[in-house]
């Protein structure tokens, strides 16, 4: 039984408004604004998330000294059902947790990743 129905990845931007409309147009997706965080998404579900973030540095791909800034939204139905699944997978729930409609997890190599409601 799979755990989620799909990842959503998140970029994060100087404007997400710009990215979101460069990538709706590039893809023929719905964009959705909801402020500092824009969605484009396609018809079947698939979805890109757009963040914005203060000071944002460009990433310098592909030296490390500024490395990418992008992580992924996984959408479940159950945040318990699915934090016990991660965990048992080797994932470690992050002490920071910023929201209600999402838990924030680091992966066994340390990145971040949030399971999401939808």
Same mark, same amino acid.
């Given at each position: 039984m ?12 100087p404007? /997400?408004?710009?990215l =979101? ?6 893809l $023929?997706?719905?964009? +959705?604004d909801e402020?500092?965080?824009? #969605?484009?998404? /396609?018809?079947?579900? =698939?979805?890109?998330?757009?963040q914005?973030? $203060?000071?944002?540095? +460009?990433?310098?791909?592909p030296?490390? #000294? ?7 939204d996984?959408?479940v139905?159950?945040? $318990?059902?699915?934090? +016990?699944?991660v965990?048992?997978?080797g994932?470690t ?12 997890f ?13």
């Amino acid at each position: 039984m799979a755990i989620a129905r799909f990842p959503t990845t998140v970029l994060d931007c100087p404007d /997400a408004g710009v990215l =979101a409309r460069f990538y709706g147009a590039l893809l $023929d997706w719905e964009v +959705r604004d909801e402020g500092d965080w824009f #969605e484009v998404r /396609a018809d079947y579900g =698939a979805c890109l998330c757009f963040q914005r973030v $203060d000071d944002y540095r +460009r990433p310098t791909w592909p030296s490390q #000294e500024v490395p990418q800034q992008s992580h992924l939204d996984v959408v479940v139905d159950d945040l $318990d059902v699915a934090e +016990r699944a991660v965990v048992d997978l080797g994932a470690t729930l992050h002490p920071h947790q910023p929201g209600t409609t999402f838990r924030v997890f680091l992966d066994p190599a340390g990145h971040p990743f949030c399971l999401c409601l939808g």
